[in-house]
């Protein structure tokens, strides 16, 4: 693996709650390379959008982000820098694209004034120029007529157009690293695909990175080419992406597979379509829901959900083991694969 | 302004998925079921300037309950008309005296009672007022909350301080009663448009609907079910208008409309030194304290009430 | 355009008189209402009216309103009365000029007669002219004015009721529409001072009438500075943005004094205030339940420290009157018996009358309780807080009163009506016996201004004979007579004549004040060049300046 | 647009018709006589004020009072003023371009102060500073009008003067000076009347600012200006303000009526020959036709406020405005309006 780009190291994220401290994010570290598109999955309250904000420390009081966390990029502690600094950063050399096309655009200002300041805020370029980055980088992310569209407010665009807009402001200016959080989830099906070929097509072109948060699975397999999986506020397993869809070694991983449809990653020849196949009876759910961050369970965090959880998993909370180079798992299941063996069918990782 | 906004009354939507966790979790199974009103209290308890607001309101409550014990002096009572006119705060008249030689500390304390009972019974009639007029509207709709509505408009567009001087001007002289009717029926506007906005929303609800279904007359479904449920924003309105009134009474008695002398109340002492405030400071400036210090009490608790009913509200007009 | 010729020819005279010169700037607490004389009624008005507009004659400092005694020419240079005093013929001063050069002549005076008796004018003064029968314009500098009988006071009437006003100018104007005409916004006068400017709720402004037939006034100008309240007007005076305030309120009194810049002078207000009863009610149909018993009027007045409110309210600047009539009027008498404070006898009397004190204090007899409703009116502070002195003396001979302030129009109305209990009143009197006639004779309970509906024959007949008695000493017995019997009856309670107190500016060399117009010697008023203030050197030619924007 | 200005002018004279009526009624009804200025001077007999009431028709019956008073309105003749000696329109041409300065100096001022008070108060939220103001604007809020206008007159004037104690300008030199002299005279005296008059309001648009301004921290639209690297206070102010905005701009119809009401008290105390004093005289001297067209006046202020505060609504939120080009977006801008 070559140098990350981007580098996370051991990020914890708490939020004092009148129910006492929520450990949103509990200890993540993560990399990106350069160039590469990382999926970062898990149901919601996982943490992981939290992890997304903390990359750009957008995160709010009574969000902290703990002493002890490191988030890297060209060299630099993000999280040791001085605001101004990191103001640089932002929509510089990291973009966000956020899940909420219809909320996430200013009502009040017009597209095109809300692209140009970006480029305004960080280049001294001036009214004029901006101006046409703005509408360049319209015309860039396929919005038709960009002239008038810049000249118009949110309200009066559709919501892929929507998108587009603000996968325009999040591209202006080149950033190395892209952060989309759910950036189709809000989109109607036909709409959702069109959004991702282009995601994937300005990623190929610019050759940036970009960490993907989704809860979609099956956007995973299309885009990414590695996934890590969240689970309770820490990573739980981390595989490139045919490792991970062939031979998820967490249980909740395997969860997660079995709840979606019928997957296959990217490079497979159903595309985007892919999803659309049968199998709808075979789906089952994971049960229960994501316990409150106030009160992650003992042991593994996971094992109350588990089926295949025993007494230890209850009793000890499960280090990440290196499955291989590129593969790591947080299951005592990694340690002890004999136990495997007794498991269902379900859940040892077979995917029709 | 009307604000309508989602009800928080329906409670967290907790659907627990999958069999296996038919239970809530630990935390929510150890929250004891509150009623409303404790939960509101829950909620207000933990607004520190509405804390404040209630203990500054109970205590001023307090000392002029007990008016009687405190005073040193009668309040209405000429002590020495002569020696003891209108001098400046000293160790015996730690306010001063008015220019009949009257302890200004004394009607101060005695004049918050005659203020505060005018601005509590003037704004309940005002609440009630509004609240039926509002409810009517609101529950009948169409034409008749129409022209009701505009009739409010008409009047919300005179200036209450004009509506006031004129209504007053049609009595003549105005007894304590006769004020809080004046102000009480002329400050009901703004709660009659609160309450007519909230039926509106409230009355096509499905438990309304219900209600009539089995059989429960207009009246009936308006009293048991509906009014209780605009409970909090007439509440607010309530204190909001407590301020309100204590101001207004204050402002009329400064245009010689006000209590009959020789009874105190907050405005009219301020009054005997109206025209003279550069050599009677002290009668326009300390009842002045005592009115500000009971209206920031106030509209702290309003506040807090409002913030504890509804959360994510604005601030109201200010009539 | 007139103005500015007469103006710019003023200039030689102006700069030729080195003690010419200054501003007085006078604070007023209320605005100027009209600028007609003939509708002047506030003090204002009148000192607006006395300053631009001259009368034939005047009364003088010593006030006399019997006979000629004491009166100074005005437009008048002299005049000559008939054998039988039933008229009196005035020659004009030839020299006098209205302020836009025309002549002031006989045919003025005579118009203005006619115009002040219109019945379609309304001209409040006009009862007061009654007894005149007509005027007559022998030639153009001689006006005649007949009677129709003779009385002491015609002589007065005839001049002091009147400013002569410009018949060229007003000729024209229907009386209905002189209220609102030109001439009522700018007036033309023949007085020593001119018009100049007048903004409502601002200011009005008057320039000396340097081409005046009775001589320049030493100032230059008169600017009547107005605020709408009493508090803003004492600070204009305190702040030096003012040189007069003619009535300075007693707890001001101590901060003027201190001031080195200001002088404070005394000066008496033809005016007494009194706690009226009202002997008949429903509109003086029927006696009132209270007030037609003459021992419980005696009663009440006797339990009223008078003295003691004076005290309270006016500090020393103020009078307790024996009568109806303020000192150094022509009906005053100082000797005129006065009841007595005395509570013991007060609740003697009542108790002797039938009226027993109830557990709460208050007094009864049988089913009535005495109490009765004491009307204010909001806009006097004095009066409310006499009010409230009173309630609480009153009290204490077991006498419930409820003070009610009203608003003076509302005051007004039951006034007229006859439907009150009793009323904090206060009369500004011209000084002339003649007062006596209106407001307390039998005659004004129709006619005048008797809304207490006191009636006493005798009384009448007493004030009768003194206005048509010419001895002086016969004259001030019939008086003291008729005020035994007022005292006797008690129809009210004499309180207060108030004494003002000016704050004057002490640059400003002042002439004597009198009592029924203060400014009446302004034209003699001067500012040392010494000691001038900017506001001093405008000189009378910026004014047409500031006139042309 | 222009339909909807037109229905909003019939609806404010149908008030305005429907507020002078019932002023005409209450005050007629009210007991006093117009004529009480004759009343100290006990010369003036019952006989001249019996003439004067005929004169200006008081005499008559009050429906017949009604009739000619609206065909007198309706010939533009507001009536004669008993009180002033002059026709209306005379008294309310005089009065109203000072309520109109006074009321426009505080309102740019209110809002002015409000909003950065409310601005400043958000940007540093939870600290001393925000709770500082918060109570300062509570307690202004909490103020009577005319006390904070007298203690203000009280320090500012007479204790520490610094400023004339009333009028709109220095009648005695005012003639005299030159235009910036004036100018700055005009000043001197505004200042004390205005802050006065803004302060009150200030505190209130600052409470609701406030209001406005947390209501929408929360929203989606300020993370995405954060994450594209704006400043706090550019957040604060172009994106975060301009969409807190719209619900104050509501407040300015109804801070209009607010401003009349604290006009009247400030105006009172502070000399200020507005329509505010105007009226109160004229309520107190029962000088019927004043009365009459302040009521009008009120209403047309307080019609036009809220006239003017929901055509700025429209200017400022684009989705309420008709825009040219609504080729892609037109069902969602109707819902996203709604």
């Not at chain 2, 404040?52 to 109970?58: H, I, S």
């Not at chain 2, 048991?224 to 207004?248: E, M, T, Y």
């Not at chain 3, 529409?177 to 700018?186: M, P, Y």
């Not at chain 3, 009066?383 to 003396?393: F, P």
Request: proline share 7%.
């Amino acid at each position: 693996m070559t140098e990350p780009l981007l580098s996370i190291r051991d990020l914890r994220v708490t939020f004092a709650t009148d129910g006492g401290v929520a450990r949103a994010v509990d200890g993540v570290s993560l990399d990106l390379a350069a160039g590469e598109i990382l999926g970062l999955v898990g149901e919601s309250g996982c943490g992981k959008s939290v992890t997304a904000m903390s990359v750009l420390r957008l995160l709010r009081p009574p969000a902290r982000i703990e002493p002890g966390s490191e988030i890297w990029l060209d060299g630099r502690d993000l999280l040791a820098l001085p605001e101004r600094a990191m103001r640089s950063i932002r929509g510089r050399r990291i973009a966000m694209v956020f899940q909420e096309p219809m909320t996430a655009l200013n009502p009040v200002l017009t597209i095109g004034h809300q692209i140009a300041e970006v480029v305004r805020v960080h280049e001294r370029a001036s009214r004029g120029a901006a101006r046409a980055r703005a509408v360049a980088a319209l015309e860039q992310v396929g919005v038709p007529d960009p002239d008038l569209r810049a000249r118009q407010y949110p309200h009066q665009l559709s919501g892929g157009t929507r998108q587009r807009v603000l996968l325009a402001m999040a591209l202006v200016l080149h950033p190395a690293v892209l952060i989309a959080d759910e950036p189709t989830t809000a989109l109607d099906v036909t709409v959702q695909a069109e959004l991702l070929a282009l995601l994937a097509d300005l990623q190929r072109r610019l050759g940036m990175a970009v960490l993907l948060i989704t809860h979609d699975l099956g956007v995973v397999a299309e885009l990414a080419s590695r996934v890590a999986v969240m689970y309770a506020g820490q990573l739980v397993e981390e595989a490139p992406v045919q490792e991970l869809f062939a031979r998820a070694r967490h249980p909740y991983t395997q969860g997660l597979l079995e709840a979606a449809p019928r997957l296959a990653p990217r490079d497979g020849p159903h595309g985007s379509g892919g999803r659309h196949g049968g199998g709808a009876g075979r789906l089952r759910v994971i049960p229960g829901t994501v316990p409150p961050a106030t009160a992650w369970p003992s042991g593994c965090r996971f094992h109350d959900r588990c089926s295949a959880a025993w007494d230890r998993c209850e009793r000890e909370a499960p280090p990440s083991h290196a499955v291989d180079a590129s593969h790591r798992a947080r299951c005592h299941l990694a340690a002890e694969p004999e136990r495997r063996a007794a498991l269902p069918v379900a859940l040892t990782g077979s995917v029709r | 302004m009307t604000v309508t906004r989602p009800s928080e009354r329906g409670g967290a939507v907790w659907v627990p998925v999958g069999p296996r966790d038919a239970a809530p979790p630990e935390r929510e199974r150890r929250r004891p079921a509150y009623g409303p009103w404790r939960a509101l209290w829950r909620r207000y308890r933990r607004d520190q300037g509405a804390v404040v607001g209630l203990a500054v309101l109970a205590t001023i409550a307090a000392i002029i309950i007990a008016a009687p014990l405190l005073a040193a002096y009668p309040p209405d009572v000429p002590l020495d008309i002569i020696a003891l006119k209108s001098q400046p705060p000293s160790w015996l008249h730690p306010l001063g005296t008015d220019p009949v030689s009257r302890d200004v500390l004394s009607r101060v304390l005695y004049g918050g009672r005659v203020s505060l009972a005018i601005a509590v019974l003037a704004a309940l009639t005002a609440a009630t007022v509004g609240t039926l007029y509002g409810a009517i509207a609101g529950y009948a709709g169409g034409a008749v909350d129409a022209i009701m509505m505009r009739v409010t408009d008409a009047c919300l567009s005179i200036p209450r301080v004009l509506l006031l001087l004129t209504v007053a001007a049609l009595w003549g002289r105005l007894s304590i009663g006769g004020l809080v009717l004046v102000l009480g029926f002329t400050g009901w506007f703004g709660v009659s448009r609160i309450v007519r906005g909230e039926v509106l929303a409230l009355r096509d609800r499905e438990w309304a609907i219900a209600a009539r279904a089995l059989g429960a007359g207009a009246t009936r479904t308006l009293l048991r079910h509906i009014l209780p449920n605009v409970a909090s924003p007439i509440i607010v309105a309530i204190a909001l208008g407590i301020g309100n009134v204590i101001l207004l009474e204050a402002g009329l008695s400064f245009f010689g409309v006000g209590v009959q002398p020789p009874q105190a109340s907050w405005g009219t002492i301020m009054q005997d030194g109206a025209d003279q405030v550069r050599a009677l400071w002290w009668l326009t400036v300390f009842p002045g304290l005592a009115i500000v210090t009971t209206v920031m009490a106030v509209h702290a608790v309003a506040d807090g009430l409002r913030r504890a009913a509804d959360p994510r509200s604005g601030y109201g007009a200010r009539p | 355009m007139v103005l500015g010729a007469g103006c710019g020819g003023s200039g030689g005279i102006s700069a030729g008189r080195a003690d010419a010169g200054g501003t007085i700037v006078v604070a007023l607490a209320a605005d100027v209402r009209n600028l007609l004389p003939a509708y002047a009624i506030s003090t204002q008005d009148q000192m607006v009216a006395d300053l631009m507009f001259d009368r034939l004659a005047d009364p003088g400092d010593s006030l006399n309103t019997v006979g000629d005694r004491g009166f100074l020419p005005r437009l008048a240079e002299r005049w000559s009365w008939s054998a039988d005093s039933l008229s009196i013929t005035f020659h004009l001063d030839p020299r006098a000029r209205w302020h836009d050069g025309v002549p002031v002549r006989a045919t003025d005076v005579r118009f203005t007669y006619r115009l002040f008796t219109d019945t379609t004018a309304a001209v409040p003064a006009a009862s007061q002219l009654a007894a005149i029968d007509s005027v007559t314009t022998p030639d153009s500098l001689t006006a005649t004015f007949w009677f129709k009988h003779r009385y002491p006071e015609q002589f007065f009437d005839a001049t002091y009721q009147m400013h002569i006003c410009p018949e060229h100018l007003l000729r024209g104007i229907p009386t209905s529409a002189l209220l609102a005409s030109a001439f009522s916004k700018h007036p033309v006068g023949d007085g020593q001072f001119r018009f100049a400017s007048w903004t409502p709720g601002s200011a009005l402004e008057l320039v000396a009438d340097t081409m005046n037939y009775r001589g320049r006034p030493k100032l230059d100008r008169v600017i009547l500075s107005i605020s709408p309240n009493y508090g803003a007007a004492m600070a204009k005076l305190l702040a030096g943005d003012a040189d007069l305030f003619e009535s300075v309120h007693p707890d001001n009194l101590s901060e003027v004094r201190r001031r080195p810049d200001l002088t404070t002078i005394p000066y008496d207000d033809p005016s007494y205030g009194f706690l009226w009863f009202n002997l008949r009610t429903a509109k003086g149909t029927r006696p009132h339940p209270l007030f037609a018993d003459r021992d419980l009027r005696r009663a009440l007045s006797m339990a009223i420290d008078r003295a003691a409110i004076v005290r309270n309210v006016f500090d020393t600047l103020a009078y307790v009157p024996p009568g109806p009539f303020p000192r150094g009027a022509s009906n005053a008498d100082p000797s005129a018996p006065a009841l007595p404070y005395d509570t013991m006898r007060a609740d003697r009397l009542l108790d002797s009358a039938g009226w027993r004190r109830g557990s709460d204090g208050i007094r009864r007899k049988g089913a009535r309780e005495l109490a009765f409703t004491l009307s204010v009116p909001t806009s006097s502070k004095t009066r409310q807080q006499i009010a409230v002195l009173i309630q609480d003396q009153l009290a204490h001979v077991g006498a419930r009163v409820t003070v009610d302030p009203m608003e003076m129009p509302v005051l007004m109305q039951r006034l007229e009506g006859h439907d009150f209990d009793a009323v904090l009143q206060n009369w500004r009197t011209d000084g002339a016996m003649d007062d006596l006639r209106q407001t307390w004779t039998t005659d004004a309970v129709r006619h005048g201004a008797n809304y207490g509906d006191y009636a006493n024959p005798t009384f009448d007949a007493l004030v009768d004979s003194a206005l048509t008695t010419s001895d002086p000493a016969r004259v001030h017995e019939l008086l003291h007579r008729a005020y035994t019997i007022l005292d006797n009856d008690a129809p009210a309670v004499w309180l207060y004549q108030p004494r003002l107190v000016a704050g004057v500016h002490r640059r400003l060399h002042h002439a004597p004040f009198r009592p029924d117009a203060w400014w009446a010697h302004l034209a003699d008023w001067s500012v040392p060049v010494a000691d001038r203030l900017p506001r001093d050197n405008i000189g009378l030619t910026a004014r047409t300046t500031a006139q042309a924007q | 647009m222009r339909s909807f200005v037109v229905r909003r002018l019939v609806q404010a004279v149908t008030v305005a018709a429907a507020v002078t009526t019932l002023t005409f009624v209450l005050i007629h009804l009210a007991p006093g006589d117009p004529l009480a200025g004759t009343m100290d001077d006990p010369r003036i007999a019952p006989s001249v004020r019996a003439h004067w009431r005929q004169v200006y028709g008081l005499d008559r019956p009050l429906p017949v009072q009604y009739v000619r008073f609206l065909t007198g309105v309706a010939r533009g003749d507001l009536g004669f003023s008993v009180s002033y000696n002059e026709p209306v329109i005379a008294v309310i041409r005089r009065a109203v371009p000072n309520t109109l300065m006074l009321a426009g100096t505080a309102l740019v001022l209110s809002f002015a102060a409000g909003i950065l008070i409310a601005v400043i108060q958000v940007r540093r939220e939870g600290t001393l500073t925000d709770r500082a103001l918060g109570a300062i604007s509570l307690g202004l809020y909490s103020l009577p009008d005319f006390w904070l206008a007298q203690v203000a007159l009280l320090a500012f004037s007479y204790w520490l003067p610094i400023f004339p104690a009333g009028g709109t300008i220095d009648p005695v030199i005012h003639p005299y000076l030159g235009p910036a002299a004036a100018a700055l005279d005009r000043v001197r005296h505004l200042v004390l009347p205005a802050v006065t008059l803004a302060a009150l309001t200030a505190a209130w648009i600052a409470r609701f600012q406030r209001a406005a301004l947390l209501d929408v921290a929360a929203d989606d639209y300020l993370r995405t200006a954060r994450a594209k690297g704006l400043s706090e206070w550019t957040i604060l102010v172009r994106h975060a303000l301009r969409n807190a905005l719209l619900p104050v701009i509501t407040l300015f119809g109804l801070s209009l009526s607010a401003f009349v009401s604290g006009a009247v008290f400030v105006e009172k105390v502070f000399g200020w020959p507005g329509i505010g004093s105007v009226a109160v005289d004229a309520v107190g001297a029962r000088d019927y036709p004043v009365i009459i067209a302040c009521t009008i006046i009120g209403s047309i202020l307080v019609a036009a406020g809220s006239l003017i505060a929901d055509l700025l609504y429209m200017l400022a939120d684009p989705r309420l405005r008709r825009a040219e080009g609504d080729a892609d977006g037109g069902a969602t801008s109707a819902v996203a309006g709604a």
